[in-house]
């Protein structure tokens, strides 16, 4: 197996050199990396959870000061945190009910003790964790020892009995970690399928003869779209080209080989064509904890033009790209600037851009900026893989999924 910090820096140089794009890809592979991490992580016998989450918060800064602006891989991160504190409570709350049903046996079978000799606490607490999950290959390899199980009288008791504790105590960490990369492995296929879970609500919200209005190239708006056609809806999607990328153009492509009636229109003629939109449906690079979007550039216009004009404006997310930080938290880096060469052919422009030359030509400043900011009161619905939700229940859906002790993971600093 390859050595964890390895591919902890190899996944860091990746996000580093942009060679990892888009929040589901940066998402699944967080998740798959953290699974690996802690798969391999060597805890100690005590504090066990404490430890497990230190070592993850250390890779979750390492993550997020390598790409900022990808809030996906911190929502994973936090996410992940979350879990070995939820999977931490639910053994600890099973190790105190178990006893307590110890202490209830004692006190009501006092007289039986020398004929049914009563069973360690370890061993009980063991008993009532495994009876809470049903049964798997690992919770079978894991279980009660028959030796703590069924204690035989021994002159060594004080050696037995240390033996025991030592057997819970790595039991209990293999459980521990067992747990949690079950929940993992379970993330990981709930960002898989998420888009699926999204598109099944599509019939609840495209009707027929509608016109749809969307921006750019968006996967899970697309699999919306086709599951609406697939119950039968006929309706009309108009594309905004999303200059200056133009990913509108091949995603209006797609659209029409798969039998959609599809128009591109141009990003500045979104006003001239609102009124005859009946909905606006697109997708979202984040969702921040008061319900505004980190959106590909231009949607901030397309949802005033809905505002304006009383068009509902739906965004298309996956949980886990809700984020339990707010614009104005300094670790959020909300936008980033793409290559000047999508806007202006050097060529072309090469006597008036800037190259340090320090000469008196004019020169030609470009700035092209891959994200706007959706204010939340320009949202009228967002469409998760929970359901269709108001902008304002955002942070109760955020509360579920993430520690308020997570919510700030530091980030690196550059020394």
């Known amino acids: ?7 902890v820096n190899e996944f860091v140089i990746k996000l580093n050199k942009r060679q990892i794009e888009g929040s589901k890809m940066t998402a699944k592979l967080t998740a798959e990396l953290l699974r690996s991490f802690i798969s391999q992580q060597r805890l100690p016998h005590s504090n066990q959870a404490g430890a497990l989450i230190d070592a993850v918060k250390a890779v979750g800064e390492k993550l997020i000061a390598a790409k900022p602006v990808e809030l996906a891989a911190g929502n994973v991160v936090r996410r992940v945190l979350h879990i070995i504190r939820e999977e931490d409570i639910s053994l600890t709350n099973a190790a105190v009910g178990g006893l307590n049903l110890a202490s209830e046996s004692d006190d009501d079978d006092g007289n039986d003790e020398y004929d049914h000799p009563v069973l360690s606490a370890s061993a009980v607490a063991a008993a009532a964790r495994n009876s809470l999950r049903p049964p798997s290959l690992q919770t079978l390899l894991e279980d009660i020892p028959h030796s703590a199980a069924v204690p035989h009288p021994s002159s060594s008791g004080g050696d037995s009995e240390g033996k025991s504790k030592s057997a819970d105590k790595n039991s209990m960490t293999r459980k521990l970690k067992h747990n949690v990369i079950e929940v993992v492995n379970e993330l990981i296929q709930e960002i898989s399928t998420c888009h699926e879970q999204i598109a099944e609500q599509a019939v609840e919200h495209i009707h027929h003869n509608e016109v749809i209005l969307t921006l750019g190239s968006s996967h899970t708006v697309k699999e919306f779209l ?9 309706f009309r999607v108009f594309v905004a080209e999303g200059a200056p ?3 509108g153009h091949a995603f209006a492509k797609e659209l029409a080989a798969s039998g959609l009636k599809t128009t591109v229109i141009t990003d500045s003629a979104v006003f001239a064509m609102i009124s005859r939109v009946n909905m606006v449906i697109v997708g979202a690079h984040a969702v921040m904890a008061n319900g505004g979007v ?15 004009h009383a068009v509902p404006f739906a ?3 996956g949980v886990y790209k809700l984020c339990p930080l707010y614009p104005h938290n300094p670790e959020v880096l909300l936008n ?4 000047p060469s999508e806007l202006l052919d050097f060529g072309e422009f090469s006597d008036c851009l800037d190259f340090g030359s ?16 959706v204010p939340p009161d320009l949202v009228s619905l967002f469409i998760t893989d929970t359901g269709g939700h108001n902008p304002s229940y955002i942070y109760r859906l955020i509360a579920d999924f993430y520690s308020p002790d997570d919510l700030v993971v530091r980030r690196i600093s550059a020394s």
């Open 1 to 7: 197996m390859p050595d964890v910090h390895s591919l």
């Open 226 to 234: 086709l599951a609406a056609k697939e119950k039968k809806r006929s």
């Open 245 to 247: 990328r133009y990913q």
């Open 294 to 308: 980190i959106a590909p550039v231009g949607l901030n216009m397309v949802a005033l033009a809905a505002k304006r």
């Open 315 to 317: 965004v298309l997310a």
């Open 336 to 339: 980033e600037l793409k290559s």
């Open 358 to 373: 320090g000469s008196g030509s004019p020169l030609i400043h470009v700035v092209n900026p891959a994200f706007d900011y």
